[in-house]
């Protein structure tokens, strides 16, 4: 249902994490997600703890799904000394594209807990159906 755009996209995740790079615009850092289908139904679950919700973009392009987002640091007193900062800042991304069997139309998104979930039909064009066989001089029908 869904192919990976980039091979190298977890070496890159597990450089920047090594280097403690934030991401940008430009060059934004990826997102883990959990990809899967539930019936009628592809899931696509992304992690973005700490992100709120206005700060999340979702733009479909043909059958390339793009979510963006932007964890930005929190707003402190000028009296605060850091002592740790593991939590990555920047811009986060992930591209991925989406089989033409699914219905970009309809997809849903939801957003909980850090948890960003997509929602996405299975194409009525795509699902299973039935086809009648007729003996003889019948005419063959297909319904569904």
């Given amino acids: 249902m869904l192919m990976r755009t980039d091979p190298f996209r977890e070496l890159d995740r597990l450089t920047q994490q090594l280097l403690g790079s934030a991401g940008t615009w430009s060059s934004p850092s990826a997102m883990p997600m959990d990809a899967y289908r539930e019936g009628d139904v592809y899931v696509i679950a992304f992690d973005l703890p700490g992100v709120s919700s206005d700060a999340i973009e979702i733009d479909v392009e043909r059958n390339m799904l793009t979510v963006k987002a932007e964890r930005r640091p929190a707003t402190k007193a000028d009296?605060?000394?850091m002592e740790l900062s593991e939590r990555p800042?920047?811009?986060?991304?992930?591209?991925?594209?989406?089989a033409d069997t699914l219905d970009t139309e309809h997809i849903e998104a939801a957003y909980d807990a850090g948890v960003l979930t997509l929602s996405i039909p299975i194409a009525e064009r795509a699902k299973p159906r039935k086809i009648s066989i007729s003996a003889g001089g019948d005419k063959k029908q297909i319904s569904g």
């Fill in 79 to 81: 009296d605060v000394q």
């Fill in 89 to 98: 800042l920047g811009v986060f991304s992930r591209q991925v594209m989406l």
